[in-house]
């Protein structure tokens, strides 16, 4: 069970690994080519896509069809989603802060982190919906399923403790890294750690609960969306 595990996070962790290596080898290519109005607004939105889902969901999703697993396993179900949504929106207070007191915080809008959001939401219909529901779905329900179904992998092979959480505290740090939190100035730092108290804080929660609703829900209000 342990081996089989162990080939569900190294293909998660690979297929997220080479999708990211490609977008930082990529990034100029992408963001120009992405910001380029002459080019059709599918055509640029399309390589944002793809590199996000492999960062965030073809790894997971091979693994899951590969163990013919169902989302209820990891949490996605009624049971204790009051309790994980409003544990996941506590952890989340140290982040918001961090935003507020920077003055980072541009307005509430879901994913309009992701730099093509508000082109799509501005498009004619049905590009628009059928636009902002892929967004949703790969930045919001992938990007959180993502974490949540690593994590449990990890915490398969090494049992939690109380409050000590491998899935959660590795999660964590791939976090930290993806979001480029790296450095020794003072606003990095804080951010850093806000960022590691919302994704240890939501993943523990979601151990603790046997609910992943919360950490789906803070990909929708917190991250990319204030």
């Not at 080479?18 to 910001?35: C, H, K, N, P, Q």
């Not at 209820?72 to 989340?92: D, F, M, Q, R």
């Not at 919906?129 to 892929?134: D, K, Q």
């Not at 993943?203 to 803070?218: P, S, Y």
Request: hydrophobic share 55%; aromatic share 12%.
């Amino acid at each position: 069970m342990k081996a089989s595990t162990k080939k569900d996070i190294s293909i998660i962790l690979s297929v997220s690994v080479i999708s990211a290596i490609l977008y930082i080898v990529f990034e100029g290519t992408i963001m120009d080519y992405g910001r380029d109005m002459s080019h059709p607004l599918l055509l640029r939105f399309l390589p944002v896509l793809v590199i996000q889902f492999g960062m965030s969901c073809l790894g997971m999703i091979i693994v899951l069809v590969k163990n013919k697993e169902k989302l209820s396993e990891y949490g996605l179900v009624k049971k204790n989603a009051l309790p994980s949504i409003a544990g996941c929106l506590l952890v989340a207070v140290p982040t918001v802060l961090f935003l507020w007191i920077t003055n980072d915080i541009h307005g509430f809008l879901p994913f309009q982190g992701m730099f093509l959001t508000k082109d799509i939401l501005n498009a004619a219909f049905p590009f628009s919906m059928l636009g902002y529901l892929t967004i949703a779905l790969v930045w919001g329900v992938g990007e959180g399923l993502f974490y949540v179904v690593l994590a449990d992998k990890i915490n398969a092979v090494r049992k939690p403790k109380k409050f000590w959480n491998p899935g959660a505290f590795i999660c964590a740090i791939i976090a930290i890294l993806i979001h480029g939190m790296i450095g020794f100035d003072l606003k990095i730092l804080v951010e850093a750690i806000t960022t590691f108290i919302l994704m240890y804080g939501s993943l523990l929660i979601r151990d603790k609960t046997g609910n992943a609703w919360g950490n789906i829900l803070i990909f929708f209000i917190i991250w990319n969306a204030l």
